[in-house]
């Protein structure tokens, strides 16, 4: 069984910055792809981005070039850089893994 745990999350003003962590716990050597999605307040989640154990990302069109995801194998953790946010990002943002979900951490962007 797998754990996930992210961490993170907060208040920040239109074009700032924050990084997320989701750690690992459990049975890691079972995950290759990890997952970031976001849900907003009355919106369905959305998938925002991925990486695979051997670094392969790929990103959602709307935090392309904005948002960058990462992974520390050593540490089983994975984050997302997220940059030039936008009040449109609040959300709150879940890490997913070989069929588990975290427990979410709150990103709220607003002056």
């Known amino acids: 069984q797998v754990q996930l745990v992210e961490s993170g999350g907060g208040l920040v003003q239109p074009g700032g910055s924050l990084r997320l962590s989701c750690a690992a716990s459990g049975s890691v050597f079972s995950i290759d792809a990890m997952h970031w999605y976001r849900q907003a307040p009355g919106k369905v989640r959305e998938w925002v981005a991925f990486i695979t154990r051997s670094g392969i990302t790929n990103y959602a069109d709307s935090v392309k070039a904005r948002f960058t995801v990462s992974r520390d194998n050593t540490k089983n953790t994975m984050y997302l850089q997220m940059n030039s946010l936008k009040p449109e990002d609040t959300a709150v943002y879940y890490c997913?893994?070989?069929?588990?979900w975290g427990q979410g951490t709150q990103v709220t962007v607003s002056s």
């Open positions: 997913y893994a070989v069929g588990v």
